[in-house]
């Protein structure tokens, strides 16, 4: 059969994606995460490597399949998902931030399953590293897309996100509405653009709104004369 690869708009180009949640750990046997399923990352992860790019998916705990032909490392904290990220990104030229990175840790992280004792407990929790912000700080050329999952003033919140992250799109999803969010087949996305361009998107599948992203992200390489 024939593959015409001057279809293929990303050949050539290293795409880092992250997706999933992140688990910090409490103990052994316990941890605290998010609801991520990976399934919009996974997507993103797809659509690059249909595209022709050598994808590297950084992915925290999920149950789903990855994409063939994509390079899988599996991450659980956000401290190891930051260390993996770092690693590849001289290397890259598209950075998709889609995980659902834990913003807090438990303070102290017990080897031995934590006994219950009378009464209440409290868990003193620390700031985890922020990944996106730390990318946006070391930018070379990269384009950067982060996520803002949201559930009041999503316009407000995305726009803060782009600037302070130093992101060249921010993908800003409700995760109150329906079919948008976590766990869904579909996402309702709004990209806002360090351009100023605000593109809102209706409900689609997780797929379709991979491939709207993808093409913004093939675009904006275009506009930087590196493709
Ligand atoms: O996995 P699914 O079930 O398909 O669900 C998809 C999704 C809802 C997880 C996805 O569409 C989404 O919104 N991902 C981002 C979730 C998130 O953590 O959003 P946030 O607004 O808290 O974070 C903003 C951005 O900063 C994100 O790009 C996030 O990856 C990044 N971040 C956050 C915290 C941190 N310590 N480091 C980061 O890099």
Known sequence: ???????????????????????????????????????????????????????????????????GGVELVKVESAEEMFNVVMEWYDKADVVIKTAAVADYRPKISYDHKVKKQAGDATIELVRTKDILFELGQRKKGQVLVGFAAETENLEEYARKKLTKKNADIIVANNVKSAGAGFGTDTNIVTLFKRSGTVTELPIMSKIDVAKRIIEEITSLLKDMGGN
């Open 1 to 67: 059969f024939f593959v015409n690869d001057e279809r293929k708009q990303l050949t050539g180009k290293t795409v880092v994606v992250t997706a999933g949640p992140t688990r910090e750990k409490i103990d052994p046997v316990r941890f605290i995460s998010n609801h991520s399923t990976g399934k919009m990352g996974y997507a993103l992860a797809e659509e690059a490597k249909k595209q022709g790019a050598h994808v590297v998916l950084v992915t925290g705990p999920v149950q789903i399949a990855a994409p």
